[in-house]
């Protein structure tokens, strides 16, 4: 039950030129509803280009993203929006949540975005924050919370609109070890309770090891551990 499905990715950029890089040499990669697949790379290997195209951000130059079965290589960028916005959650390194709204304004926001009614978004945001233990941090906005406190609320927006794909590029890089583990845990929670598939960039080995496989991108393509 492929929830993502990558075949023959390929991308290079300034293509043509003296300063063409081949980043994605033919990569196939498939991630199944529930699981959590870690993605481990060198910095530049291309993680960030990967996760962009199978979150429909960015465009392959060949090859194609299966998004639940669906071919979308071949869609309009409204399409492809639409997609990304209702299948598709995303969590950085570093948060991004909005500075002027509260934790669960931030959670509220990109439900209203998919037209759903002020009082559904703001249960739902309630229920995603209570699932990772910050009931209580609901009215903070983002500067009054700690590190591991913001990446956990990144997480609930990213699920906010119940997508069906999580990727995550290095979600736990700026935390301390035990809050990196504190993260981590409500991360697997979440995909276990919600049946997700997620892809997680990350460079923490240990991490790694406690997901589901293990996915090495090494000269354009990508390899199993
Ligand atoms: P990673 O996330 O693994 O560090 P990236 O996907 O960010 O790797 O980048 C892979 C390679 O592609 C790097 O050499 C980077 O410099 C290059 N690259 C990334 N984005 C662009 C771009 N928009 N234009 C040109 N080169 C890029
Ligand atoms: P909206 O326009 O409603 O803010 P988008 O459809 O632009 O949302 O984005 C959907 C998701 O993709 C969001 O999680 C957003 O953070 C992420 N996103 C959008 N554009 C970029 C980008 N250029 N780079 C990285 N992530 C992006």
């Not at 995909?191 to 892809?199: K, Q």
């Amino acid at each position: 039950d492929a929830t993502l499905e990558l075949r023959g990715i390929a991308k290079t950029y300034n293509p043509g030129t003296p300063g063409a890089v081949t980043v994605l040499d033919g990569v196939d990669l498939t991630v199944s509803a529930g699981e959590i697949v870690a993605l481990v790379a060198p910095s530049g290997a291309g993680k960030s280009t990967l996760l962009h195209i199978a979150g429909l951000l960015d465009t392959a130059d060949s090859g194609q993203v299966l998004l639940g079965g669906q071919e979308m290589t071949g869609r309009g960028d409204a399409a492809r929006t639409r997609a990304r916005r209702r299948e598709v959650g995303f969590v950085y390194q570093f948060h991004h949540l909005l500075p002027e709204f509260s934790a669960a304004e931030n959670i509220v926001l990109p439900q209203l975005a998919n037209a759903v009614s002020a009082k559904d978004a703001r249960a739902r945001a309630v229920t995603l924050l209570d699932s990772v233990g910050l009931s209580a941090r609901a009215g903070h906005r983002p500067a009054q919370l700690s590190g591991g406190e913001q990446q956990r609320v990144a997480f609930c927006r990213a699920l906010a609109n119940a997508p069906r794909l999580l990727l995550a590029d290095e979600p736990t890089g700026n935390l301390d070890p035990a809050t990196s583990d504190t993260v981590f845990a409500a991360l697997m929670r979440l995909v276990r309770e919600t049946g997700m598939a997620a892809l997680v960039a990350t460079h923490n080995m240990d991490l790694a090891a406690r997901m589901d496989r293990i996915v090495r991108l090494e000269a354009g393509g990508v390899v199993a551990v």
